[in-house]
């Protein structure tokens, strides 16, 4: 927060947002006395502190308040773009119980089976300009498709693809990387660019021209990319360069 009139919070609303226990277990921490503002220990729970302000301290370890949290995700096949799911593993359940208190959610979605960039945030505004259609953010994916991808294909997603249910797709950019032959089957290696995100999309951009993507993985979003380092089913914060490169598309 910066600027304008600081408005104070319950100190155990503060502790809980940052996954430091229920507001029961924070009363019973200032109960024992191990909680200190401003170099005063406090026992009231309920006691109202700036948390940008206060100087905030749970056993001697100093409390950096924030109110978001933007991770990037190499999202693994096999496990569900949301916040819940009854029967499958859902994105939340790979994050620890300290990322998991600042209830993030997925922006956008990858189907089970794809894998690759996933930004995670509870910043309800920058997801919704992510995501809005009339802000057509590129992402880019990798893709083995089943089928040679000719000179045709590229010049039909150029244009526009029309999907099965006749919706005619923004035009996309494609690019064919790589060839090779299997049993006598082609599999094309391909980058696409897509400004959209329908449901199931590039599959079914793939489909419209007879083939079959076989594997998927997306590369970027924007202008943020998937750490390379990034090993699948595993996350990390954002650095600031790249919470600045998002904010190029917003």
Known sequence: MSGG???TQRLDKILAHLGRGSRSDIRRMAKQGIITVNGSITKDSGLHVDPYADLIEVDGERIQYRQFIYLMMHKPPGVISATEDKREPTVLDLLSIDDAAFEPFPVGRLDKDTEGLLL???DGKLAHELLSPRKHVPKIYEAI???DVVPQD????ATGVTLDDGYVALPGELVVVRKETQDSNILS???LTIHEGKFHQ???MFEAVGKQ???LKRVQMGELMLD???EIGTYRELTDEELSLLGKNI
């Not at 590229?154 to 997603?157: A, D, H, T």
């Open 5 to 7: 009139i600081r408005k």
């Open 120 to 122: 995670l945030t509870n």
């Open 145 to 147: 498709v089943a089928g």
């Open 154 to 157: 590229i010049e039909l997603f």
């Open 189 to 191: 290696y391909i980058s």
């Open 202 to 204: 590039v599959k079914r």
């Open 213 to 215: 993507v076989v594997y």
């Open 228 to 230: 390379p380092e990034l």
